[in-house]
Nanobody, 118 residues
Framework: QVQLVESGGGLVQPGGSLRLSCAAS????????MSWYRQAPGKERELVAS????????NYADSVKGRFTISRDNAKNTAYLQMNSLKQEDTGVYYC???????????WGQGTQVTVSA
């Protein structure tokens, strides 16, 4: 059974850091583009960052450039999102997404809550 399990969310003060993990199982992780999305209360889900299969290319939303870093470890079937200098507007549920097979296969995790508050 395909699974994407996010972890690492929590409550952090503005300016703090968190590292999210997305552990994948039951599919060929190294062949999938991995992305992180987030959804704030009352807002649509938005793309935060993505990384190619080999990790050689990354893409970021303008709102997180210079503060967030996406990475992956294909040996561990895990994607990461390092979040620094967190702001209140970064609050939301963070989801990881896997896309493969020329977008034929799309998998989502269940999400992890990130709350940035003083």
């Amino acid at each position: 059974q395909v699974q994407l399990v996010e972890s690492g969310g929590g409550l952090v003060q503005p300016g703090g850091s968190l590292r999210l993990s997305c552990a994948a199982s039951a599919f060929t992780f190294r062949s999938y583009v991995m992305s992180w999305y987030r959804q704030a209360p009352g807002k649509e889900r938005e793309l935060v960052a993505s990384i190619t299969e080999t990790g050689h290319r990354t893409n970021y939303a303008d709102s997180v450039k210079g503060r967030f870093t996406i990475s992956r470890d294909n040996a561990k079937n895990t994607a990461y999102l390092q979040m620094n200098s967190l702001k209140q507007e970064d609050t939301g549920v963070y989801y990881c997404k896997a896309v493969g097979g020329f977008s034929q296969f799309v998998y989502w995790g269940q999400g992890t809550q990130v709350t940035v508050s003083a």
